[in-house]
């Protein structure tokens, strides 16, 4: 019988990397509260209509990438390729937009028909926000500013925070009449897409990977050339603020991004922790798609974050794994030790704030502390005949591989002493 695995493009998660996972939601839930966000939860499934309604026709998204199919009612149903539609639509089935501003945050899968790559799935994760109800460059801030403080508390290598202005509906038409006199001499020398995009939405030629399209990309025409007063103002103020917070940034006006629903400002967020530089996350401003859901008039603004692609980064730039160790595994050499142990890990256990574990096996000192690795602990508490009869523990650093001698007379109290050292 053949051997059945996970699709491909998707994936397993198990210990101990689900522990990283854990670690990164806990940072996500805190930091969204400290600025104030509520969580949304959506279908995995939606109507194909609505994101390409709101993702646009011409989107790699849209035309290239969804699972899209056809349920028993004959009605075309496609899983979520991305977030920010499906929030838009459930802010809007609620109310939400009806009750003043709205900040709302998300984390959970999407799935895209792509080619699979490093920290790239068909099925993959993201955290984003959505800001909605806000139209001045404060807004844009705060979003910028709260990925910016995730990615920094991981202390990512090379992190480089890019922004630009692609203007509104009053300037965005001279500048697609300014790429499409860029571009059109050298229709013959675009990548396919290219070439199609050029006639259908140009201003997605610069968001272009085919290296044919390159010397073409850098020789265009900066969106600022264009830029409404209105829009330039917003934008200058978006700089003013980020100059304030002492976060560094570049204008970078090759920073489009993908989806057709962003207005003004956008942002990208890279590093050079996998080699070459790669998008972290991305976001910036959509005031027009909550009117093309059939909402009202509504400014929005918010960013996307992939889970997997960051945590690939973070793992890489990370000094040492054993410095994220924490934690006691007790150790114990013999039934009588066992017995004593698992007393102590219950009163541990119960008082709570270190992570405690213990394998009730006999085995060789040796192979409990292999699994004390694998459990990524920081300390290790052996208990063996000896130990007993000298009423104390060997507790092991296992970052310093240095010993020393703990009292153990009552377990209620050893507990208290392993609690208060926060291990």
Known sequence: MSKITAPRGTQDFIPPQTSRWQELEARIHDLTHDFGYGEVRTPIFEATELFVRGVGETTDIVEKEMYTFKDKSERLMTLRPEWTAPVVRA???????????????????????????????????????ECFGFKGPEADFEVIQLAWQLIAGYQLRGATLF????????????????????FGPHVESLSEDSQRRLQRNPLRILDSKAPEDRPFIESAPPFESV????????????????????????????????????????????????????????????????????????????????????????????????????????????GEARERLVHLLGYVRKHGGVPA???????????????????????????????LEEGSLVLRDLLSRTDRRIPFQFEKDTAAVLVEMGA
């Open 227 to 334: 830029l409404c007063d209105a829009c330039r103002e917003h934008f200058e103020m978006v700089q003013h603020y980020l100059y304030e917070a002492e976060i560094p940034y570049q204008v970078n006006p090759r920073v489009v991004r993908g989806l057709d629903y962003y207005t003004r400002t956008v942002f990208e967020i890279e590093s050079d922790a996998l080699g070459a530089h790669s998008t972290v996350c991305g976001g910036g401003r959509y005031d027009g798609l909550v009117r093309a859901l059939g909402g009202p008039d509504t400014p929005a603004v918010g960013f996307a974050l992939g889970l997997e692609r960051f945590l690939t980064m973070v793992e890489a730039a990370a000094a040492s794994a054993e410095a994220q160790r924490r934690g006691i595994q007790f150790i114990a050499l013999g």
């Open 163 to 182: 922004v630009n202005s692609i203007g509104d509906e009053a300037c965005r038409p001279k500048y697609r009449e300014a790429l499409t006199a860029h």
């Open 91 to 129: 802010a809007l089935q609620h109310g939400l937009l009806g009750q003043g501003p709205q900040r709302l945050y998300y984390v959970g899968p999407i799935f895209r028909y792509e080619r699979p790559q490093a920290g790239r799935y068909r099925q993959s994760h993201q955290f984003g926000i």
């Open 357 to 387: 574990y213990m394998d009730y096996e006999e085995r060789k000192l040796l192979a409990h502390l292999k699994i004390a690795d694998r459990n990524n602990a920081r300390y290790a508490l052996i208990a063996g005949t000896q130990e």
